[in-house]
């Protein structure tokens, strides 16, 4: 008993004195789990599943390919502009970003630590034009800066006891296995589920990180209520929305954020 209350109190102090900010929101964020170390492994996993002949990448001469780079591309610049004029440079200093378009039914989209992109076809008559892609690439870029991931390994960690603190912190195929099963890599399901307040997080950031791109951040509205239609009719509901959930609590906190996201909406 009294080794598990020892136990408790020091990973509630490890837990303490491991803490980080979140851009642009100001959140505390858990982060004992190396957000560099994820980065590492996202760019091997990345590699892997672009290679692996069963990924349909589409070409990148496809327009839409070359629209989901442009988008990409438009707001990887505005994100490093904010970072590095706002004293979270170090964070991003071994991004390499990467955008691809992979040809598949699903309705997805994603975007690893250290900036690896994945959008699929299937999301694109949802989006169904720049802005609304720019909405979900500006969502999914901001699960990455806000390091949705390594907090989400931090609270397992926590969870789990102190013991496997230092067993992730000097296992590296602990931090490949993670990012394996959180983005289905390797024929592994994807079981990346990120909570309410990160998903509220990462639409908030979004938005205003479509803003500094040059997309009217109003866009992200309809966006989500044609996301919400796109389920309606399915009795299976899309893997982007059974993770992102398009009720009409989520639909008015973005537009409670929107007027603060129109600050950085120059309408470029
Ligand atoms: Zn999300």
Redesign the pocket.
């Known amino acids: 008993m009294k080794k598990v209350i020892f136990l408790g109190m020091a990973t509630a102090i490890l837990a303490m004195s491991s803490c980080s900010t979140v851009p642009l929101t100001g959140r505390s964020r858990l982060s004992l789990v190396d957000d560099t170390q994820l980065q590492q492994q996202a760019a091997i996993g990345y590699a892997q599943l672009m290679s692996n002949p069963q990924t349909k990448v589409v070409s990148t001469t496809s327009a839409n390919a070359q629209m989901v780079k442009r988008v990409g591309q438009k707001i990887a610049a505005a994100v490093t502009q904010y970072m590095n004029q706002n004293g979270y440079g170090d964070q991003i200093a071994n991004y390499k970003w990467e955008y691809n378009l992979i040809d598949s039914k699903e309705i997805n989209a994603w975007c690893m630590p250290g900036g690896k992109i994945a959008v699929y076809t299937g999301i694109l008559p949802v989006t169904k034009d720049e802005a609304g892609l720019a909405t979900v690439m500006g ?2 870029v901001a ?1 990455a800066i806000a390091q949705h991931s390594a907090e989400r390994a931090s609270q397992m960690t926590v969870a789990q006891g102190l013991g496997t603190v230092v067993g992730v912190a000097s296992a590296n195929s602990k931090y490949a296995d993670y990012i394996n099963a959180a983005y289905g890599i390797g024929g592994q399901l994807t079981i990346l589920s ?1 909570g309410r307040n ?2 509220l997080e ?1 639409d908030k950031m979004g938005l205003a990180f479509m803003a500094m791109a040059g997309y009217n951040p109003t866009n992200a509205v309809d966006f989500w209520q044609r996301m919400a239609q796109a389920s309606s009719g399915s009795q299976k509901p899309p893997a982007f929305l059974s ?2 959930p398009s009720d009409a609590a989520r639909i008015a906190q973005i537009q409670k954020d929107l007027p603060e996201a129109m600050k950085y909406y120059k309408g470029k």
């Open positions: 969502h999914e699960h990120y990160q998903e990462a993770t992102h």
